[in-house]
């Protein structure tokens, strides 16, 4: 029995694993998309044919996006700042990253609600301060969503870049600063070019659970601020319309394909 053989013999599991989990599931899903009873296509053209779904299409993007660059603008700089710390307060930092990891997004996202509701922590301060009116409320509006998704992935993100940080050799700001960078230049000229990647798997990481996440965004905006993922769990529990399901479910998987190629592209020729 020659290497290749072995090789073979010992990805076999994990191969027939990727099969089962993912591919044919995903197999299923494509099948019953086009399986509908007006026709093949018909799920789809109702989806792309009607503006209440398009715009629910195009809200999932745009707080994916907003959420993405929120935990980018705060993961970059405490990323920064646990790699110019002594050991002992990177760990604890890192444990105070990690830590909300090891409770469940149904309890985190209650939690919120509490804080986000109309007699909550949050809104009874900014009306104290007078900076709302009294009828302001951040539960169930597209706020409260991302500030929630925003909190369950900024882990993601910080770690993401954390781990590319630490690798970087500290000289080479030093020598930056010596040949008369400020310490902002430092940081737009020499580390953010080499933390891309990190900032990259960050960013993917991000956007794809944002997309597909269905609690978070289903808890703190509610029936009226719909994201696909709510969308779809909607079509098959309420209707139940199992190929207009899938259809969306196939948009929501197409899109994302959309979005990982261009940064695959991006980083495989800068990184192997």
Same mark, same amino acid.
């Given at each position: ?24 599931? @995903? ?19 109702? =989806?792309?044919?009607?503006? =209440? ?27 920064? @700042?646990?790699?110019? %710390? ?49 009828? =302001? ?12 998704? %925003?909190? +369950? ?12 940080? *630490? ?23 020499? %580390? ?28 703190? &905006? ?13 079509? +098959? ?13 196939? @948009?929501?998987?197409?899109? @994302? ?9 991006? *980083?495989?020729?800068?990184? &192997?």
């Amino acid at each position: 029995m020659n290497d290749r053989t072995e090789n073979l013999l010992l990805a076999l599991p994990g191969l027939l694993l990727l099969v089962l989990a993912f591919f044919l599931p @995903i197999g299923q899903m494509l099948v019953l998309s086009v399986t509908g009873p007006d026709g093949p296509l018909a799920p789809f053209a109702r =989806f792309l044919g009607d503006p =209440f779904y398009l715009g629910i299409l195009w809200r999932t993007v745009r707080l994916s996006l907003l959420i993405t660059l929120i935990c980018g603008a705060i993961g970059f700089p405490l990323a920064y @700042i646990m790699t110019k %710390v002594g050991p002992k307060t990177r760990l604890w930092l890192v444990v105070m990253v990690i830590l909300p990891l090891m409770t469940s997004v149904v309890v985190r996202t209650f939690g919120w609600m509490v804080l986000l509701s109309r007699s909550g922590l949050i809104p009874e301060m900014l009306r104290d301060m007078g900076l709302v009116g009294r009828n =302001f409320a951040l539960m169930q509006t597209e706020s409260a969503i991302v500030i929630g998704m %925003v909190q +369950v992935l900024l882990p993601f993100m910080t770690l993401s870049i954390l781990g590319v940080l *630490t690798r970087i050799d500290g000289r080479l700001e030093e020598a930056a600063r010596t040949m008369g960078c400020s310490f902002l230049q430092t940081i737009r000229m020499v %580390v953010l070019p080499l933390a891309l990647p990190g900032i990259v798997a960050g960013s993917l990481l991000c956007f794809t659970l944002s997309a597909s996440s269905f609690v978070t965004p289903n808890l703190l &905006g509610g029936t009226r601020i719909q994201v696909l993922a709510a969308s779809i769990y909607k079509s +098959v529990t309420a209707t139940p319309d199992w190929p207009f399901a899938a259809a969306q479910a196939v @948009i929501l998987f197409a899109g @994302i394909a959309l979005v990982l190629v261009p940064y695959i592209k991006m *980083t495989g020729g800068k990184n &192997g």
